[in-house]
């Protein structure tokens, strides 16, 4: 299976922050990385699909780059609700596999 | 509006049985793949198993492979999880999530998956 490894796990940050996180993978994935926004009690929430497209709906404060194993999530500039947990996703290959997660807190 | 609600959890013991359900409904059921994603107390997110829209392509995660069936009735726009000789490391929150794709499948793997709808969640506690 393709291991996905996020940093940093935790994050403390203020509002008005660029906040970036990494996500990598153990083999290439070409663009095959989703991004997802999780709060607490609540289901995670597509934000990013193929490594760079935002999904409708999402503030474009939200962007993502990169490929083959190396990825990036960007907020460029933290609001309030944002706080929460971040996971990436690969679907290069089921078994698709999640990232541990980055937990984004004031 | 588009929606996922599951249903079928609960409290059972080690080695017993459940079935978990997803009906769907504000979208062209047939269309798309669904997924099981689940979520132990605390832990990060572990995606189950995938169902391809026509239920000709179907994965599992190593962990309930074997154990686990996932399978589809689209007359009735509802997705399944059977889970077979249950153990305590299921015990998590169960999602149902839609794939915006079919998905797109070779011999060997499916590839190019997201899950843009999630339902709330049924939660499956296994405990004696």
């Known amino acids: 299976d393709i291991q996905m490894t996020q940093s940093p796990s935790s994050l403390s940050a203020s509002v008005g922050d660029r906040v970036t996180v990494t996500c990598r993978a153990s083999?290439?994935?070409?663009?095959?990385l989703n991004w997802y926004q999780q709060k607490p009690g609540k289901a995670p929430k597509l934000l990013i699909y193929?490594?760079?497209n935002l999904q409708s709906g999402v503030p474009s404060r939200f962007s993502g780059s990169g490929s083959g194993t190396d990825f990036t999530l960007t907020i460029s500039s933290l609001q309030p609700e944002d706080f929460a947990s971040y996971y990436c996703?690969?679907?290069?290959?089921?078994?698709?596999?999640f990232g541990q997660g980055t937990k984004l807190e004031i | 509006q588009v929606q996922l609600v599951e249903s079928g959890g609960g409290v059972v013991q080690p080695g017993t049985s459940l079935r978990l359900s997803c009906a769907a409904s504000?979208?062209?059921?047939?269309?798309?793949?669904m997924h099981w994603v689940r979520q132990a107390p605390g832990k990060g997110l572990e995606w189950v198993a995938l169902?391809?829209?026509?239920?000709?392509?179907?994965y599992y995660s190593d962990s309930v492979k074997g154990r686990f069936t996932i399978s589809r009735d689209n007359s009735r726009s509802t997705v399944y999880l059977q889970m077979n000789s249950l153990r305590g490391d299921d015990t998590a929150l169960y999602f149902c999530?839609?794939?915006?794709?079919?998905?797109?499948?070779?011999?060997?793997?499916?590839?190019?998956?997201?899950?843009?709808?999630w339902g709330q969640g049924t939660m499956v506690t296994v405990s004696s």
């Open positions: 999530a839609k794939d915006p794709t079919g998905p797109r499948c070779s011999t060997y793997s499916c590839y190019g998956s997201a899950f843009d709808i």
């Open positions: 504000g979208f062209t059921f047939n269309h798309f793949g």
């Open positions: 169902i391809s829209y026509d239920g000709s392509n179907i």
């Open positions: 083999q290439t994935i070409s663009s095959y």
């Open positions: 193929a490594a760079s």
């Open positions: 996703q690969q679907s290069y290959l089921t078994v698709y596999t």
